[in-house]
């Protein structure tokens, strides 16, 4: 008698064949497991700062940013020192404008920090040497308490006398408004500045000036 041998591909045998050919081996899981946890360590890595110079201009967003503030505010007051009316306050009271800088207010779909931009448009117009610039509203709260505690607690000789502010001549106030366009990936961001000067005593708007910015703004299809 002849046996032959059993070929059916479906016996325990061959089934238990078939799944150690199955599985990975123990080397590539260790790889894996390897990969996996360089992944998760890479991940869990803290961010990386450098430092810039203010100056550089810088986009992460496309949001409004510092670079925006000071670049709008120096051309925006560069421009209204430029015009006739300064030359004719000059000429008709022999001194420099005084000017307060107001309420410049957010008008956008986005958080603005309009007072950064104020204290620009005060520097743009201090460093031009061309007017005067008194203290905001806020600012004078403070100046007026100190002068009191002054007259209640310092010598007559160092303590300053009230009364003697200097009035503002003229009013800068305005406004930041966006509108935003978005498809799939890609926004454009567009940015409108309005300012106006305004005579206080007789309410003429002496300049008016408007500054736009627009943005192109690409996502990246793919993050991890």
Known sequence: MHFVPNTN?????SRASGLDRSLPSAS?????????????????TGPQVSRRAVEEEIDVSGFWNDTDSRLVSEEM???????????DWRGA???????????????????????TFS??????????????????SDERDGMREERLDQLRNATLETAKSMGKEIGA????????????DAA???SVRFYQV????????????????????????KQSRYSL
Do not use: Y
């Open 93 to 115: 009271n022999g001194d420099r404008p005084t000017v307060i800088v107001g309420a410049v207010r957010n008008q956008s779909s986005e958080h603005i920090n309009t007072r």
């Open 9 to 13: 591909s479906n016996s325990p045998a």
């Open 77 to 87: 007051v560069a421009d209204s020192l430029g015009r006739v009316w300064i030359d």
């Open 28 to 44: 590539s899981l260790v790889v894996a497991i390897t990969l996996v946890c360089a992944l998760l360590i890479g991940c869990a």
């Open 184 to 186: 799939g990936g890609k």
């Open 194 to 217: 309005e300012l106006e000067l305004i005579n206080l005593e007789s309410n003429e708007k002496v300049w008016i000036g408007q500054k736009k910015i627009k943005k192109v703004v």
């Open 169 to 180: 001549d003229f009013m800068l106030i305005g406004g930041i408004n966006t509108i935003i």
């Open 119 to 136: 204290k620009d448009l005060e520097r743009a117009f201090v460093n031009s040497g061309r007017v005067r610039v008194v203290a905001s």
